[in-house]
Each structure stands twice: as structure tokens, then as C-alpha cells.
């Protein structure tokens, strides 16, 4: 029997072409998720052709992956053509034209649009989600999506070039210089932020927030930290996100609650300490309530069929 090579190459090809869009992407298929999340992971990178009038969703070729399609970053770099950008959750859009990026959140569903008379090339990159990735990609934001453009196109060029070369090579595996390259594509897009401006403080509790939910047990607790009078953060929440600051936490500890009971062995208890649950009964209530299934049947539902339950079609 042939032995397999634990050092072989793990990224495998998948191509597939459906009504004017024609896509090639490289696949981690042995993703674990006791993966460096202080390092930056490629999951997969490609490139999407849609020829005028098509019509890209969602990425589908990754509704049965590992990491769920919640759990990922998506850098798509405009190589060629014009389009429009549609989130479906609010219908907000955008054109884009070459050399722009879209740096799409986890769990966004949009569709991305040729023009009629343009093809449209997309080279992408899917980051698996770790506080790195969120502060490079996110610099502590909360929108969904943003959209930027760079200026040194023969550089982007020449990173995804590498990118596409490495994954398309057998013999070794090439995870630390895909970090590497991917680091150096996110670089490249900060420099050509505008300003690289500088995000206010509630964009930076947000995401301290994001980051240890756990941690904020009180409104009071949030107000200290950040030297804010409690007053103020009710106000802010409000304007801001629509919900009151007790919200916003619960909501940032169920949907971590949701990534340690995909992509780790816990057991619903030792989930609910680590999202800062006292108490198991009321972490399930709580999750039903939001998510109308227990964590339990959450997991199972998960691990039968491979996709994320609240990402089903």
C-alpha cells in the first residue's frame, strides 16, 4: 500500500462552470481546525470568470467545506472588467472596476454581477477567521463589506501569480509561504486605504468585544474599560447597531459560541464557561432563542451533513 506523504501538497483543484460563470480554486482539504489562529491561513484561493451578464453567489463550491462558510474572510481582487456588488441582506451595492477589493465579512451572502459588455475576473483569497485576520481585514469595523482600490496593479498581479503557482505544485506543501503572500496581499491593500484611517473608539470597543465577549459581564464592566459613562454607551449602541450594549454581547457570545461548536471538540459545557456562561440551561436557552435549535443539535445537525445548519439553501 502507498504510504501517503504527510508533507504532500494539500490544496486540491476544483473547477467548476455553471451558466456564464467559470470558476478555479485550490482547496485546503485537509484543514484542521487546531490550525495556528495567531497565523494567517489560506483556506482556498482561485479565480472567478463571469462573462457578461453573470452572476456570482456566494461561493458555492464551499457550502460543504471545513472551515464552515460562516468562518471565513474573502478577498476578491477586480482583475479585469466592471460589475456590481449586491449584499443581500440590505440590498446595498457598489460598481466595481479593475484594481478595486472587496474584503467581505463572514457569513455575508451577496451576489457580484458582470456587466452586460464587460467580462469580470476575480482573483480571491479565503482567510480562515482569527483576531489577526479580523484586525487586518476588519482594522476593528463592524461593516460587512468594505470596498477598496489599489493602485500598484502589477504588484497584486504578480502576488497572486506566486499564490496560484504554489497551490498548483504537488510535492510540497506550501501553507507557510501562502501565508506569507497573503499577508503581503493584505499589506498591499492597507497601504492603498485611503489615509489608513484611523477608526473612533467605539469601532475599537466593538471589536474588543468581537474578540472576548466573555470578558463583559455588565454594561458597567464595557463603561470602565473604555472610560465612556454607562448613558453614553446606551446611546451609542443605539444610534449606531439598533440594539443596547447587553444585545450586542450576547449576540458576539452565541455566534463564538457557534465557532468552538463546529470547529472544536468541547463539550457544551466547557462551550458555555468559554463564552462566559455560568450556567449550561441558559446557554442553551439562550442559543435556542436565537438560532431556534439547541447547541447540541446544532453540532449534529452539523456533523451530518457537513453544512452549516443557518447557511442552508
Known sequence: MKQENKNANPYQ???????????????????????????????????????????????????????????????????????????????????????????????????????KKSKLIQKQLMLVSSPLIEWMCGKGGVQPWKLCHVENLNKMETLFEKLFSLVAVPENNPRTELSVLSYAVLCEIDKSEEGNKKFDKFDQLLFAIRQAPQYYRTVEDLAKEFGISERSLFYMFKKRLNMSPIQYIIAERLEKSRWYLLTQTYTITAVAEICGYNSVAFFSREFKKAYKMSPLEYRQNYFKTGVDPLYRK
Open 13 to 115: 483543484r476544483r473547477h467548476d462552470t455553471k451558466a456564464c460563470v467559470d470558476q478555479e480554486v485550490y482547496v485546503d482539504h485537509k484543514f484542521r481546525a487546531s490550525v495556528n489562529t495567531n497565523m494567517i491561513h489560506l483556506y482556498a484561493c482561485g479565480t472567478v470568470q463571469a462573462y457578461p451578464g453573470g452572476i456570482t453567489k456566494n461561493q458555492p463550491h464551499f457550502k460543504l467545506a471545513t472551515p464552515p462558510v460562516a468562518f471565513y474572510f474573502l478577498i476578491s481582487y477586480i482583475a479585469e472588467g466592471e460589475g456590481v456588488f449586491i449584499n443581500l441582506a440590505d440590498n446595498s451595492r457598489c460598481r466595481v472596476k479593475i484594481g478595486d477589493v472587496l474584503i467581505i465579512r463572514p457569513g455575508v451572502a451577496y451576489s457580484l454581477i458582470a456587466d
